[in-house]
């Protein structure tokens, strides 16, 4: 009796377990390995912003105002990442505007995400890892990309007027381009290829810095064919080592798993960087008859901007040929077309970030290869589709188009107002005392 009442149980609950292994079996398990590397990446990334850009930039500049660059970089690390889980990361990747046929859509994703709402510890997204995980991935490529704006305008932009202009630019000018390209928006449909951030990231830094630089004016002891000297050399090789470093986050992350595709991605990032280096290393010897500290890690940072975009189709034979392009043309805008327009972009973020994203944005439309994207995924004119060409050319000057007028707008309404360009005496006397009180080196 005892036996036969068992049998009777084990039959009778037999289909709720089938029915739940069924169940368990439909929903998506989360993939620790993708998990942890998508948290290291995030960490790799954030190395790149403090200290890569704080320390590269701060380098650069005169030892009267390296701290002015270190609380600019400082100061975005905070507000853009308050800005980033208010509303930005739902006005980026948040589907709710398409899904109900709001016309916003085209700029914005809607706001069903602010401040995170409904994104639970169990909610997944792309490679099974947790969508908190890719809020702070992206969160760390929206806190990179105006700190890079920054190289243009250094030791010349009152603080107080900086604040204002740089949190209305993640606003209006990131989050868009953000969704357009990432998030469902139209050059994302239109097929536009950005791995890890050529547009969004790099062009649209990098041309409004051109038009800050323009818009400010040069600093007062500026002269052509006469460069300022880097307080510190060897900060500028330590930022360009946490940047390299950070870079295989921000590339190799960028795929959102563990697999082969973010080990290309590590290898031609390294490779792409190591060729630039090297390339902008005898540019520099023949040109200027020594092999600078500062050109090397110059055609380094060149490399890694323009294999960005590139890292989810190229392969080695792409990574060999952007990492030689790249510092070719490059090296030519900041030696001959800077002082030929007279502009005075300080520490060369138009120069570098601006044309290295647009090489690196139409050279991905040459060299992206099925052998890495796939069966079905793209290829470039090398492979005979030109088509794909065509769209990253598009994508590049909607890009262009858009940072530009954004920031030109912005610069006007935020120097009318409360002032962007320091006085002659703060500028002459350093920005650290004047806008921080503080100095760097107290002897």
């Not at 930022?239 to 798993?257: D, E, K, P, R």
């Not at 610069?411 to 009180?437: A, Q």
Request: charged letters at 10%.
């Amino acid at each position: 009796m005892r036996y036969a009442a068992a049998i009777l149980m084990l039959l009778i609950s037999t289909p709720s377990l089938l029915a739940q292994e069924a169940s368990g079996a439909d929903m998506p398990a989360l993939d620790s390995g993708n998990t942890a590397w998508i948290l290291t990446s995030s960490i790799l990334v954030l190395l790149m912003s403090i200290p890569g850009i704080a320390l590269f930039y701060g380098g650069l500049v005169r030892q009267k105002n390296v701290l002015s660059v270190i609380m600019q970089t400082l100061f975005i690390v905070g507000v853009v990442s308050i800005l980033w889980i208010a509303f930005g990361y739902s006005w980026a990747f948040d589907t709710s505007f398409a899904e109900s046929g709001n016309p916003l859509a085209c700029v914005i994703g809607g706001f069903d995400k602010a401040f995170l709402h409904g994104i639970t510890l169990d909610t997944l997204t792309a490679g099974n890892i947790p969508e908190l995980v890719f809020v702070m991935f992206q969160c760390m490529f929206a806190i990179i990309t105006p700190a890079l704006i920054l190289g243009a305008f250094a030791e010349r932009i009152k603080f107080s007027g900086y604040i204002v202009f740089i949190t209305l630019w993640v606003i209006l000018a990131y989050f868009p381009m953000a969704h357009w390209v990432w998030g469902g928006g139209f050059l994302q449909q239109m097929g536009a290829i950005d791995f890890a951030g050529g547009t969004v990231v790099h062009i649209n830094a990098g041309i409004s810095a051109l038009i800050m630089a323009i818009m400010l004016g040069k600093r007062m002891d500026y002269k052509v064919g006469h460069p300022i000297t880097p307080h510190n050399v060897t900060f500028v090789f330590m930022g360009t080592s946490f940047l390299w470093l950070g870079w295989f986050g921000f590339n190799a992350g960028s795929g959102l798993a563990a697999d082969g595709l973010a080990a290309n991605a590590f290898l031609v990032t390294h490779v792409a960087t190591a060729m630039a280096a090297i390339t902008w290393m005898v540019i520099d010897w023949l040109c200027n008859k020594k092999p600078t500290t500062i050109g090397a890690c110059t055609g380094a940072v060149a490399g890694l901007v323009a294999i960005t975009p590139a890292a989810g189709t190229v392969d080695l034979l792409g990574a060999f040929c952007i990492g030689i392009i790249t510092p070719i043309v490059c090296f030519f805008m900041v030696a001959a077309v800077k002082p030929k327009f007279k502009y005075d972009d300080a520490l060369d973020a138009f120069g570098v970030h601006g044309i290295g994203g647009i090489i690196g944005s139409i050279l991905t439309g040459v060299f992206a290869t099925r052998f890495i994207s796939g069966e079905d995924g793209v290829q470039g004119a090398l492979y005979g589709d030109w088509h794909q060409l065509w769209v990253q050319i598009v994508a590049t000057v909607v890009s262009i188009v858009f940072s530009a007028v954004i920031t030109f707008i912005l610069f006007k309404i935020v120097d009318s107002t409360i002032g962007l360009r320091v006085d002659k005496r703060v500028e002459e006397e350093g920005l650290d005392i004047y806008e921080h009180g503080e100095s760097a080196y107290n002897h």
